[in-house]
């Protein structure tokens, strides 16, 4: 027996030997990353070179870095979850992982982190997994430059691209997700920073994300998404330099924002979507330098905002600037461009001399009477705009931008 | 009646006002094209020509083309000919005749520079305007004698179509705010030709998403090719309607 | 050939014609004489079929005129007023009647008038380039054109030059003579005293007589048709 013993580590030798690095794949000696995972020590290096894996659920309950070269597959079979990761400081990086199983009650995910610290996932690539990336009480992990990709079509039949479930200090960065239910879905996740994603086309939400505080979100990009983004019940956030476009449909927006706290929104691109931002009891939000282009309505705020500050931003084509559901406006609107405004500036300081008024006639009667959409392009309320703007009468007086730029504000 | 049309055509063809407006049409359609880069946008703005400018000259014309040639109908009509030929000779005259000016001065353009469903679907529909008008024209002069009050009728009725009745639609929509009126809504814009045209044309041009729930009640409606193809049949009639009661007033008008 | 029989038109409480009667027949030169207001245009309409009588009927050569509008082949008529499209030229306002008539079979043209009043010579003018005096001749020519055995004329003379009113006075002595039935309304009486052989008079849309003009003159003592006229309205 002890002969025995001694055989098999003089046969596995050579791979403990290479300071904690094992070998997996068709000519190794270690044939499945089960296998090698079962022999690995903690901070050991697996190298899975490229080919073919089925080996069904693959749980990594080490602390390894578990590196594939020329990226190889994990086959899920549609049966299986592929990489449960329930070790801190796991590495995963360059595996391309297929077909994980659809199950409404498991929440199958191509790699599911359950519980774990200072984990990182990089450069893979996910096809057809029924979740994503899926982080549950994740801390310190990094989620980055993965390509994320589903391609079913009915909202239940589909997961989230990548998934955080009361984690801190997150940062997720440089992915690509596509045709999931919600591109990147967030709650209760604090301290975090998703940056340089692009999240496309996806059935529902380009991101969405709930109940999570000081985050920030810089330069993603959110395109041609169902309802486009969804931001709710959260307290400082910040939204920077994003690109929210083509998010056109009945329900669609490009960012839509409720129960807001002490946030800002800075340099984003609103680009023809139904609506560009829509505001719901949003308090104390700043929105600099925004540009809204050729949006339905290029903003909706509901007349339960509170001291949101909308500075400096440039609105351009839009069928609409504002909506509003009242005459209560607690918000301020000052030094943006409008393109529709057709004021003057006799003393040159670049400031129209006469207030612009965002929120047309025919928008306040479409909040209060949607049917009269139908008239939508009609004459008579392009008619009746004109009229309004000579002499206002339902539009709130205060809703009103008194410093109007003259020229484009950046 | 070919006879008719034909002169009918090539008088018309060379009226200055004819040039003019197919020249100014052009212009602003070909420009409209090369400064916008967002095609779609382009058709949004013909849309708003081919729903004021369009029925008001097509009316306009029409009327004064009619009263103008009053004497010349006279004379035509002391030769062997039919009522009915002559007047149809007229008709057709005219809505063959303002039917290549749209042709030649908004579809070539909207036709060459897109290439989608809506494009072809805002050429029908200008057409169809076009052809209204001039049916509802042919309409007013057979019943009023006097060229004046012709014309104010052709203006009022053109104010109608495209303002009052959707002022009084407005008002409609206020009065009955609490009950589902949207399926009520399908039925009376095909009352007006220009409602119809202008909302079958924004369902086509993916408008429709701002037009929120009742954009939805309206596409299940007009996005169908059944509810296409009745839209194009009710402005079919608003063609055919005021052309056939014109005709009829005509055998037996005094002139 | 032209029978009127108890034409009645009411346009509102104006009554044009009330209950008028009168037989026309070819080789007569009838002026149509009377007020304004008499109601003689509204005969000529209803004869040519642009006015459709209230009640009565009118007959072209035994042919109520309401049933077929062929009959008016035989008609030439030259409006008071000619107006054309304005951007038709005058060749094309003959090539447009001309094709219009040769439906029914072909007819020798007469283009005597055309020569006279030297029509080829303008024949590519607009109409809206025209003065009102070269629309009458074209309208004049138009009427004589197609040969026809009927002429009504509405103020033939009426805006034409001297010279043209000669040409076209001559044409119509011509025309009578050929067995034609020619119907004038003219206000300048001594204009036409020459050629008419019968005189129509009508008042508030009734007739009050119709004679030749020798059976008048013999009457009144008067030489002159205007005096005739005169004469017989001062007595009325």
């Keep these: 027996m002890k002969c025995f013993h001694f055989i098999i580590f003089l046969l596995l030798a050579p791979i403990i030997a290479f300071s904690g690095t094992i070998k997996v794949g068709a000519g190794e000696l270690v044939h499945s990353i089960k296998q090698a995972i079962h022999l690995a020590q903690k901070g050991d290096t697996i190298i899975v070179a490229a080919g073919e894996y089925r080996e069904g659920n693959i749980v990594v309950d080490k602390q390894v870095f578990l590196q594939g070269k020329g990226m190889p597959v994990l086959n899920g079979q549609k049966k ?11 590495i995963v990086e360059g595996f391309k992982l297929v077909h994980s199983g659809i199950s409404a009650i498991d929440d199958f995910a191509g790699i599911k982190l359950y519980d774990c610290k200072d984990i ?15 982080v549950q009480y994740g801390i310190n992990c990094k989620i980055i430059n993965n390509t994320v990709v589903a391609f079913l079509k009915e909202e239940q039949q589909s997961g989230n691209g990548i998934h955080c479930w009361k984690s801190d200090n997150i940062l997720i960065s440089g992915n690509k997700i596509m045709g999931h239910r919600d591109g990147i879905y967030l709650e209760f996740v604090s301290n975090s920073v998703i940056s340089n994603n692009h999240s496309i086309k996806n059935i529902r939400y380009g991101l969405h994300f709930m109940s999570s505080n000081n985050n920030k979100y810089l330069s993603n990009y959110f395109i041609g998404n ?8 959260s307290n400082q956030v910040q939204m920077i330099n994003n690109v929210f476009k083509e998010n056109w449909g009945d329900a669609a927006y490009g960012l839509l924002l409720k129960d807001i ?3 800002e929104i800075k340099g984003n691109h609103f680009e023809k979507n139904t609506s560009g931002i829509y505001m719901e009891a949003v308090t104390r939000v700043s929105m600099e330098h925004n540009l809204f282009i050729n949006n339905g309505w290029a903003m909706k705020i509901q007349a339960n905002c509170m001291e949101v500050n909308v500075t400096k931003n440039n609105f351009l084509g839009n069928s609409f600037d504002v909506g509003t559901n009242g005459n209560l406006v607690l918000n301020r609107f000052n030094n943006n461009y409008w393109d529709k405004y057709e004021g003057y500036d006799i003393n040159k300081d670049k400031i129209g001399d006469v207030p612009y008024r965002p929120v047309s006639m025919y928008s306040m009667i479409v909040e209060q009477n949607p049917t009269a959409m139908m008239l939508f392009r009609s004459f008579i309320t392009s008619l009746l705009d004109k009229t309004e703007k000579l002499i206002p009468s339902i539009t709130p007086e205060n809703l009103v931008d008194n410093l109007p730029l003259m020229n484009k504000a950046f | 009646m070919y006879k008719i049309i034909k002169y009918i055509l090539t008088d018309i063809l060379r009226n200055k006002i004819i040039i003019a407006y197919i020249l100014v049409l052009l212009s602003i359609s070909l420009s409209i094209f090369a400064l916008e880069d967002n095609v779609n946008k382009g058709l949004l703005s013909l849309l708003n020509l081919i729903l004021i400018v ?19 109908i006279e004379l035509i009509l002391s030769q062997p000919i039919k009522r009915k030929i002559i ?17 030649l001065s908004i579809a070539l353009p909207i036709l060459i520079f897109v290439h989608t469903l809506s494009a072809l679907m805002i050429v029908i529909v200008g057409l169809l305007l076009t052809n209204i008008f001039v049916a509802v024209a042919l309409f007013a002069c057979v019943k009023i004698r006097d060229k004046a009050r012709g014309i104010g009728v052709a203006i009022i009725l053109w104010m109608y179509f495209s303002l009052l009745f959707d002022a009084l639609i407005l008002f409609l929509l206020f009065q009955f705010n609490d009950y589902p009126i949207e399926k009520p809504m399908i039925v009376i814009s095909s009352f007006n030709p220009i409602d119809l045209a202008r909302v079958l044309v924004l369902l086509q041009l993916d408008e429709s998403a701002m037009m929120g729930y009742t954009g939805a009640i309206f596409k299940e409606y007009f996005g169908t090719k059944l509810g296409m193809s009745i839209s194009v049949f009710i402005l079919t009639t608003w063609y055919t309607i005021p052309l056939y009661f014109s005709n009829k007033q005509f055998d037996k008008k005094d002139l | 050939m032209i029978i009127a029989n108890n034409v009645t038109k009411q346009f509102g409480k104006l009554k044009a014609l009330n209950d008028f009667s009168v037989e026309c027949h070819s080789g007569a030169c009838i002026s149509l004489i009377g007020p304004n207001g008499s109601g ?13 009588p209230d009640s009565g009927f009118i007959t072209f050569n035994n042919q109520n005129i309401d049933k077929d509008c062929t009959y008016r082949s035989n008609i030439g008529y030259m409006p008071q007023i000619g107006r054309y499209p304005d951007n038709m030229s005058i060749g094309q306002v003959i090539d447009l009647m001309k094709e219009i008539r040769m439906n029914n079979g072909t007819i020798s043209l007469d283009e005597d008038l055309l020569n006279a009043f030297q029509i080829q010579k303008i024949t590519d003018k607009k109409m809206c380039t025209l003065s009102g005096g070269t629309r009458q001749k074209v309208s004049a020519v138009l009427a004589f054109l197609f040969n026809p055995s009927v002429l009504i004329l509405d103020e033939p003379t009426a805006g034409l030059d001297p010279v043209a009113s000669e040409i076209l006075k001559e044409k119509i002595t011509l025309e009578k ?20 052989n019968e005189v129509i008079f009508m008042q508030e849309g009734k007739l009050i007589f119709h004679k030749e003009v020798e059976e008048l003159k013999l009457e009144t003592g008067e030489k002159m048709l205007g005096k005739v006229i005169a004469n017989v309205m001062s007595k009325n």
């Design chain 1, 120 to 134: 990182v996932i990089r450069n893979n690539m996910l096809h057809d997994t029924y979740f994503g990336i899926y």
């Design chain 1, 226 to 233: 169902g309802a486009g983004v969804a931001v709710m019940y």
């Design chain 2, 54 to 72: 369009l029925p008001l000259f097509s009316i306009i014309f029409s009327t004064i083309y009619l009263y103008n040639s009053s004497e010349f």
């Design chain 1, 261 to 263: 706290r002490d946030s």
């Design chain 3, 177 to 196: 003579h050929r067995e034609k039935l020619i119907l004038i309304t003219s206000h300048i009486l001594s204009d036409l005293d020459e050629l008419v």
């Design chain 2, 87 to 103: 007047w149809i000779g007229f008709s057709f005259g005219l809505s063959i005749a303002l039917s290549i000016a749209f042709i």
């Design chain 1, 80 to 90: 299986f979850e592929i990489l449960s990761i329930k070790a801190n400081g796991v």
């Design chain 3, 40 to 52: 003689k245009t509204t005969f000529i309409k209803s004869v040519l079929g642009m006015i459709i």
